[in-house]
């Protein structure tokens, strides 16, 4: 393959040589590719498209919905729902998953998607992008809701596209993770960067601190260790960050490596975590896995998690390899109640009150 020559098209072609219904799955993945350029055209518009603001509806988890989330929604149905290749379609913006219309012969595939994630950046111009992840379907009925509850390691294809000053196309087919820029002017997605790999240690993390009082004690430690640099016990400085944008955060993780934390925290107790397993953490964690890296919840492989709901959230940590298993680490130990206590730097052995004398 020659670097900046090779087309998504035959890159698929070479890729995907000795796989059943390799010409089924490529056309799908070149359908997708094609949504997300109608998706990156609606973005660059911004305001002068007039695509930008919330819209008076909420999606099945009670959020606001974006003007951007829905056309960007109709853009992958449309580019995907009508060639044979899909027996049903769930997003992340509706509420059932999508039945394919009569009239269109349905496929081997279910395509699940989140069709803008981090659409609430829109109107402050921080990019965005699409993720969307492959499953087969090889029963001659319609899907029903429990066909497309399959673990991620079922994957047959993943994927995001991220809308920034270029927009890239990240995928796998389980033999690697490559990245293909848009070339604007030949309406194509070039290879740009063959066989990503995350180096297996960081000094840089993303989480949102906001929400550090409702922490799990390992990630406190954890986070704690690093904002402590040279002086603490990892013996160098770490860089934080948080773009609220789960593709732009994966998007950095895959070109300079880190590790992205949205963990389990106490702030709704109804909820493990924040980031859905099927629309994003699935087909991102096997991005990373294939990159080198590793993704878990803290506890377990998230590769390996049963999903028991369409819009089941989970917490999700990845990213370079010796840092998560490290945080993985601090998890059996605080389960197993063998971690080191967690003390506050702000109240350790000084205090505004004076000690009591114990009667």
């Known amino acids: 393959m020659h670097l900046g020559r090779t087309t ?74 009508w060639g044979g290749l899909v027996a049903g379609l769930a997003s992340k913006e509706r509420d059932e998953p999508y039945l394919i219309p009569e009239g269109f012969a349905r496929g081997p595939y279910l395509l699940v998607f989140d069709p803008l994630d ?6 402050v111009n921080v990019p965005v992008g699409t993720i969307f992840s492959v499953l087969r379907h090889d029963r001659d009925e319609a899907p029903a809701s429990a066909d497309y509850l399959q673990p991620g390691a079922s994957q047959v294809a993943a994927g995001y596209a991220i809308y920034g000053p270029a927009t890239i ?18 309406g194509n997605f070039i290879l740009t ?16 601190t906001s929400n550090v009082r409702f922490w799990e ?3 406190h430690r954890y986070v704690t260790e690093c904002q402590a640099g040279q002086a603490g016990e990892r013996g160098r400085d770490f860089n934080m960050r948080w773009i609220a944008s789960m593709v732009a955060e994966v998007h950095h993780i895959l070109m300079r490596g880190g590790v992205f934390m949205c963990p389990r925290d106490a702030k709704d107790p109804s909820n493990p975590g924040r980031l ?11 991005l990373i896995e294939q990159a080198g890296g590793c993704a878990s919840t803290g506890r377990h492989r998230l590769l390996e998690m049963q999903p028991s709901a369409l819009y089941q959230r989970v917490p999700v940590i990845l990213g370079s390899k010796n840092e998560v298993l490290r945080i993985e680490r ?30």
Do not use: C
């Open 169 to 186: 196309l990240v995928l796998t087919v389980g033999k690697g993770t490559h990245g293909f820029t848009l070339d604007r002017e030949i």
């Open 217 to 219: 004690r390992p990630v």
């Open 8 to 81: 998504l098209s035959k890159f698929l072609i070479q890729q995907l040589v000795g796989v059943g219904d390799q010409g089924k799955l490529a056309a799908l993945l070149v359908d997708v590719a094609a949504a997300v350029k109608a998706i990156s055209a609606m973005t660059a518009k911004g305001a002068l498209g007039g695509f930008l603001g919330a819209i008076d509806q909420t999606n099945l988890q009670g959020e606001q919905q974006q003007k951007l989330d829905v056309r960007a929604n109709d853009a992958m149905v449309a580019a995907t729902e």
């Open 330 to 359: 601090y998890h059996r130990e605080a389960d197993s109640g063998t971690d080191k206590p967690y003390v506050s730097p702000l109240f350790n052995e000084r205090s505004l009150f004076r000690a009591q004398e114990l009667a």
């Open 276 to 286: 859905r397993l099927m629309y994003q953490a699935n087909p991102i964690a096997w």
């Open 118 to 123: 981090g659409a609430s950046n829109t109107d």
């Open 193 to 208: 960067h063959p066989n990503l790999v995350i180096p297996e240690d960081s000094s840089e993390f993303a989480i949102n």
